[in-house]
């Protein structure tokens, strides 16, 4: 992983789930010149296929996702303030007093609650929830508001980036790091003949994953993604789940998944081989593509390797750049080892 | 100078309580053409505007320091731990981006949603800051007693509102600023301080120093109020663009609070008022009782979301209250009452 430049666009592109157009026109911008094959699907995928230097002994797709978590308006008051709700998993402690963009014209907001100077000592000690907060782009009713803003409109956090010191601190690393990951691949010569799905919708329940995983109908697949890192203070032991810095995350089982054990095994055994850092998962906790991706038709081997991050769905999470190395020099050696042998136990 | 960019030059990442001396450069910067500067051993920083005339003595102030944080120690992990300086609303810290000391950002710790299991709320004492890097790193950079600001960005939204950190004050310090090119205009008929007071946030020191060293006649002080929306109460709040809110309240002088009304009254300046049954809240309290006592006003700039990263005020309420200070020192405050 090497184009910093390109994650750092990536990830201030605005898509939340359902709304990935922008983030899908970078993609293609990037890769066009090397993609054999290269189309957007019913469901707003991007699949590529990206010929290697001989055939696939094994059909494999590699996949990420292009969607961000954020919000939606969902309605205007007579005020003129915009209530909304959460569009993919964000907690309520992650929103009050943020800063964001809203709709295509990316109106600036600020979201708002009562001030703490009036607050019960109780209410001074809990974060809002989610429908007690609403967000002010600075009008005074609801005829005005609608001048700027509508019902369904997408609204992403306006939020920093700083690549400085060997971490990233941005939003949306998850997924924009696997999808430069698959762009980095799909640039360079590969050894075999691939397949690489941008997907849409997984924050709202793995959906765009499940079309395309249908479509490509690979034998194997390799999803590329971001994971808690709960290496925070007052966590401890097994409950940090994977430490930033620890290396590349690959995963036995999730929530979702229950990951090929020979994969699993492949990749922990290519990592000591190479000398690259790698850890698994000491929770099963979380979820992510491949959810949908192994069983999808008759079934699909599917492993994961993730990048550890912590504040996954905040409009701060960080990574550190040496994991997302470790992901991406994983990810390649483990494409080659599965494409380049019999899909067969 | 554009009121906007007064506000982007004051909202600056530094000056939290106690470290308002970081503030000076810019004070001079916007006032040192034809004030005279001068910065107090509390960091608090006056810039005076003589008259040949009179000796009559108007200050008006607004505090310029900023809530935030402060490093208090650097744990094994390269975790810090760090306390409020000011009251901090701990609602709006989690998970936000912050600059810590010399310009290092860094992220409010939080607990990923499978452990957030405790609901005891929010705790001072546990608020930790990660800047990603490795320990030996962060002590390099970092040091305890360093500043760690909230981040946010400099945001217009419609109808010429500001959203950024630090608004509270810097939105009154603007008020003072845009006053003091009004009055350069018209030569002022008395002295006028214009004091930039220091840590109001955390114990009012700055203002009550000020006003016993320069034992002015009168102070009006300029500070936020809580802005009008849900949940508020209207006789504590103005409307967000109605120009300003006026104070009435014991503490304060009557003959300035009328006087300050009237003004606003002949400009068809629109203000609120926020009436107190005892003390503002504000620098006023103190100052009143300075010395032999100094009669003082309060006229403040509406605010959403107050101590918080994102507070929120209106470009032209800070233009109304500055034409409202300027058209009371050109008649010279309450002299002649």
Do not use: W
């Amino acid at each position: 992983m090497s184009d910093l430049e390109l994650l750092k666009r990536l990830c201030t592109a605005d898509g939340i789930s359902g709304d990935e157009s922008r983030v899908r026109a970078i993609i293609e911008d990037e890769i066009r010149p090397y993609a054999d094959e290269m189309y957007t699907d019913a469901m707003g995928n991007l699949i590529v296929f990206r010929k290697g230097r001989e055939r696939a002994k094994t059909k494999l797709m590699i996949s990420a996702h292009m969607d961000e978590v954020g919000f939606i308006v969902t309605d205007i008051t007579s005020e003129g303030m915009l209530k909304f709700a959460p569009v993919g998993g964000i907690n309520d402690s992650a929103v009050f007093a943020g800063q964001v963009l809203v709709g295509k014209n990316k109106i600036s907001g600020i979201v708002c609650s009562k001030p703490l100077h009036l607050l019960s000592a109780d209410e001074k000690k809990k974060c809002p929830k989610m429908d007690s907060l609403s967000i002010d782009i600075g009008v005074c009713s609801k005829e005005e508001a609608l001048k700027y803003v509508r019902p369904g409109d997408s609204i992403v956090f306006d939020s920093f980036y700083d690549d400085s010191e060997g971490r990233i601190i941005s939003k949306a690393i998850d997924d924009r790091f696997g999808c430069l990951v698959m762009i980095e691949m799909i640039r360079s010569e590969l050894p075999y003949d691939m397949y690489f799905t941008f997907c849409v919708q997984e924050e709202v329940g793995l959906r765009g994953s499940a079309c395309a995983a249908y479509t490509v109908a690979p034998d194997s697949a390799i999803v590329i993604e971001a994971t808690t890192a709960a290496d925070v203070p007052f966590s401890e032991g097994e409950k940090r789940v994977c430490l930033a810095g620890g290396g590349a995350v690959v995963s036995f089982m999730d929530r979702s998944t229950i990951y090929d054990k020979e994969y699993y095994d492949m990749a922990m055994r290519l990592a000591r081989e190479n000398n690259i850092p790698a850890q698994t998962k000491t929770m099963i906790a979380g979820g992510n593509d491949a959810g949908a991706i192994h069983r999808s038709r008759g079934g699909v081997r599917t492993i994961a390797v993730s990048v550890p991050c912590r504040y996954l769905h905040g409009s701060a999470a960080l990574i550190r750049i040496s994991d997302a190395e470790a992901v991406s020099e994983i990810v390649r050696i483990l494409a080659s080892e599965i494409a380049g042998n019999d899909k067969t136990y | 100078m554009d009121t906007k960019k007064i506000l982007e030059i004051l909202c600056a990442e530094k000056g939290i309580s106690g470290r308002e001396n970081e503030m000076s450069d810019i004070v001079k910067q916007l006032l040192g053409d034809f004030c005279k500067i001068r910065t107090l051993t509390t960091g608090t920083v006056i810039a005076e505007m003589c008259s040949n005339e009179s000796s009559y003595h108007i200050m008006l102030d607004a505090h310029i320091d900023r809530i935030g944080l402060t490093v208090t120690y650097i744990d094994e992990n390269g975790f810090l731990c760090v306390e409020p300086v000011g009251g901090i609303d701990l609602r709006s810290l989690p998970g936000k981006a912050v600059t810590v000391g010399n310009g290092i950002m860094g992220v409010i710790c939080t607990m990923p949603p499978h452990l957030d299991k405790d609901d005891s709320g929010l705790d001072r004492s546990k608020i930790r800051v990660d800047t990603g890097l490795p320990t030996e790193r962060v002590r390099e950079l970092v040091k305890t007693g360093d500043s760690v600001i909230l981040k946010s960005k400099f945001r217009e939204l419609l109808n010429d509102r500001i959203a950024v950190s630090a608004l509270d004050n810097r939105a009154g310090c603007a008020v003072l600023v845009k006053c003091a090119e009004m009055l350069r205009e018209n030569q002022p008929p008395c002295r006028v301080s214009f004091v930039f007071s220091s840590q109001e946030e955390t114990n009012e020191s700055g203002a009550k120093t000020a006003a016993f060293i320069l034992q002015p006649d009168e102070a009006v002080v300029v500070d936020v109020g809580f802005a009008k929306q849900d949940g508020v109460p209207s006789d504590k709040s103005g409307a967000v663009g109605c120009g300003g809110i006026i104070s009435i309240a014991p503490v304060l002088s009557k003959n300035i609070t009328d006087r300050l009304i009237s003004i606003a009254e002949n400009r068809n300046i629109n203000c609120d008022f926020e009436v107190d049954g005892g003390g503002t809240g504000t620098n006023a309290d103190g100052i009143a009782v300075t010395a032999g006592g100094i009669p003082c006003g309060v006229i403040s700039v509406p605010e959403k979301n107050m101590h918080t990263q994102t507070e929120c005020v209106s470009v032209g309420d800070i233009e109304a209250c500055a034409v409202i200070l300027s058209d009371y020192v050109m008649g010279e405050g309450i002299r002649n009452v």
